[in-house]
């Protein structure tokens, strides 16, 4: 069993945004980088899968040559190595170029399960795990909850916005992670000794053109100043005065 | 006119009103619409669907669902019709489909969007990056431009006319198929589809509690119950709830936000709502920089007294 888990790195969740000097993009000076919180979910899942079904479970990532460092995270959490496409234009690179160049390394390396996240906290695009399955060819179930494996098939409660979705599949699949499927361990630091020994391998990127061009990133206009309309249960008829009258959403 | 292939979602039939609203967008973007319903009443969508600007519906037939049978399906229809744009709303269904379409066409995806406009052959889109923190103006260079459309941010367009229909056999050479949906309980509404939201946080204290929240939402008849995540991690309430940056993306008519403290997280999944309402015991939480109004005090105590004047003020009209 080939299982791959892939994450990205994007800015910690506390990060002040700064648009850069050209108009178009973050500001990346002090910016610190973690691994995407549902990625921690897909490193989780591929270990699991591992020790339930046996295997290797390697991490990808496209981004900078510095990305190592959170696949030595992902390492010390029981993942056997990591490969990363490097990209010195990776914070740009757009979903479509990132899904072709990363299930064109999987098609390569025969991958027979793959996690993402449901979505990488930057861009907020939840793209990448469906798109890169559809190049595959491979099935794919997205925001999985619950996941249950077999040999070569499984079955993928997704969480949808009318109930619980149940998906049948088989073999090469891709499964991006919701939040509720599993907890994340911590690296011991057993683990963190271990990791430092795994190998990381790094290999050139070969990315088409990105088709999404900024024009340009701007803060959010600011909400106007509101008020405070009084205290307690007392003040509730000014405030549905306000809901009904000023605001007129009622 | 170039043409823009839209995904309908519709529930027995009744066309959701995201759905509606992404009808609207490709018109006010000047594209001629082709609507593609699938499941089973899909039929009964196409005079709702001819009645908001859709000149044609293609009504998928099936009898098993499938996202990947579904995306390719979606993607002949765009190849046939030689579609400029697909558009879907940024809902769990069309969040799922949308990637999958666009990498059939080997476009790009422009996700949650909240405008789409002509730019000369192509079009220009607006989203939000970093959990809002940034908007991007974004020109696609994609020869099929797709796009996600955000809930609640497009308008309809009422035209009064009427739909070719087409009837279409959809694939059957499926990689993953839906065996079984548990549904939510009924008549609940989606927190993010609402056009009004009650939320409750860790204010609330107790799981019990939040029969609170429930009753205001009820009382408003068209309200959906939120969460933040802390009550969420407590388990309070389903994650299907959790507003915020890990949760849903909400941009109600209304927002109520109660015993909710305002972190940022919980800010990047409802700071878009037309009218925000905080109701906080401390009158230094986050929450008050950001809501339009406020009452500084006691949740259990403003909550029945609200639900009450709510429910007065529906008896009225
Ligand atoms: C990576 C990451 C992702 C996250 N994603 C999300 C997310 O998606 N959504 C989210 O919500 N959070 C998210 N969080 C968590 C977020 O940082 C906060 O911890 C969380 O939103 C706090 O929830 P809360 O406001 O309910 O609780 P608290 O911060 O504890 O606030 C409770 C509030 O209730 C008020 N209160 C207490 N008693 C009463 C009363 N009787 N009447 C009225 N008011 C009262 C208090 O004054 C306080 O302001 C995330 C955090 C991280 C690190
Ligand atoms: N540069 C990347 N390298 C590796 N995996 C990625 C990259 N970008 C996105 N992914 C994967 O795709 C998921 C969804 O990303 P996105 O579509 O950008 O929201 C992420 O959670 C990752 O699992």
Redesign the interface.
């Known amino acids: 069993m080939k299982i791959v888990a892939c994450i990205k790195r994007v ?1 910690l ?5 700064k ?1 850069a000097a050209d108009g178009k993009s ?1 500001d990346s000076a002090g910016v610190e980088y973690m691994t995407s ?2 990625d921690e979910l897909a490193v989780e899942q591929a270990v699991k899968s591992k020790e339930q079904l046996g295997g290797e479970v390697t991490i990808l990532t496209i981004g900078p040559g510095s990305a190592s460092k959170e696949l030595r995270e992902s390492l010390a959490k029981g993942a056997d190595k990591g490969e990363i496409l490097v990209d010195d234009n990776w914070s740009m690179r ?4 990132t ?1 072709k160049a990363l299930a064109n390394r999987l098609r390569e390396m025969g991958a027979d399960l793959v996690f993402c996240g449901r979505v990488a ?15 595959l ?7 999985v ?1 619950e996941l249950e494996l077999s040999e070569g098939k499984g ?2 409660k ?13 073999f090469p ?1 891709v499964i991006t992670c ?3 499927l599993n907890e994340p361990r911590y690296a011991g630091l057993k683990g963190i000794m271990a990791a430092k020994k795994k190998p990381i391998e790094e290999l050139p990127l070969e990315a088409e053109d ?11 206009p600011a ?2 100043e ?8 007392d ?3 000014a ?2 005065d ?3 009258n000023e ?1 007129k ?2 | 006119m170039s043409i823009a292939i839209v995904l309908i979602e519709h ?1 027995a039939g009744t066309v959701r009103s995201a759905s509606l609203e992404a009808l609207g967008a490709a018109q006010a973007a000047g594209c001629e619409v082709v609507a593609v319903a699938t499941g089973s009443d899909a039929a009964n969508t196409t005079a709702a669907l001819g009645e908001h600007g859709a000149a044609k519906v293609v009504v998928l037939g099936g009898d098993k669902y499938s ?2 049978g579904l ?1 390719g399906d979606l993607a002949k229809i765009v190849r046939e019709q030689g579609a400029k744009a697909f558009l879907a709303t940024a ?3 069309g ?2 489909i ?3 379409v ?3 066409l ?7 969007c909240t405008a789409f406009e002509a730019d000369g052959d192509s079009f ?1 889109l607006v989203r ?15 020869p099929v431009t797709c796009a996600t459309l955000r809930r609640n941010t497009f308008a309809p367009k009422a035209t009064g006319g009427s739909a070719e229909v087409m009837q279409v056999d959809s694939s059957t050479d499926f ?10 309980a009924e008549g609940m509404l ?1 927190v ?2 609402a056009p ?1 939201v009650v939320s409750g946080g860790r204010g609330m204290k107790e799981a019990e509690h939040f029969s609170l929240i429930e009753n205001l939402a009820r009382a ?1 008849g068209n309200a959906a119950v939120g969460a933040s995540r802390a009550v969420v991690d407590a388990g309070w309430r389903p ?2 709830e ?1 507003v915020g ?2 949760g849903k993306t909400v941009a109600p ?2 927002y109520i936000a109660v015993g909710i403290s305002g972190a ?2 919980h800010l990047a999944g409802m ?2 709502s ?4 905080a109701i906080n015991k401390d ?1 230094d939480a986050p929450i ?11 949740a259990f ?2 909550l ?3 639900t009450e ?2 429910l007065e ?2 008896a009225k009209v």
């Open positions: 800015p969740t506390e990060t002040q945004a648009v973050l919180f549902y757009d979903n479509r170029a899904a906290t930057d861009r907020d695009n939840a793209s990448v795990g469906p798109m890169l399955a559809t190049y060819g491979a099935a794919c179930v997205t925001d909850v079955i993928a997704r969480e949808a916005d009318s109930g619980v979705e149940s998906y049948e599949f088989s699949a919701q939040k509720d990105n088709q999404i061009e900024p024009l340009s990133l701007d803060l959010p909400r106007a509101g008020r405070i309309i009084g205290e307690g249960a003040a509730v008829p405030l549905m306000a809901l009904l605001a959403v009622l | 529930e996202p990947d995306a809902s769990s269904t969040r799922d949308a990637p999958r666009a990498a059939e080997d476009c790009a995806l422009f996700s949650d220009k939000p990056w970093l959990a809002g923190k940034l908007i991007a103006s974004l020109k696609s260079n994609a990689r993953a198929v839906l065996s079984k949906i548990e549904a939510k989606d993010a589809e009004i408003f994650h299907a959790q940056q890990t008519q209304l940022i997280q700071k878009t037309k009218v925000i309402v009158a008050f920089k950001i809501a339009d109004f406020g009452i500084v005090g006691d105590e403003i029945p007294r609200l004047a709510v003020a529906r």
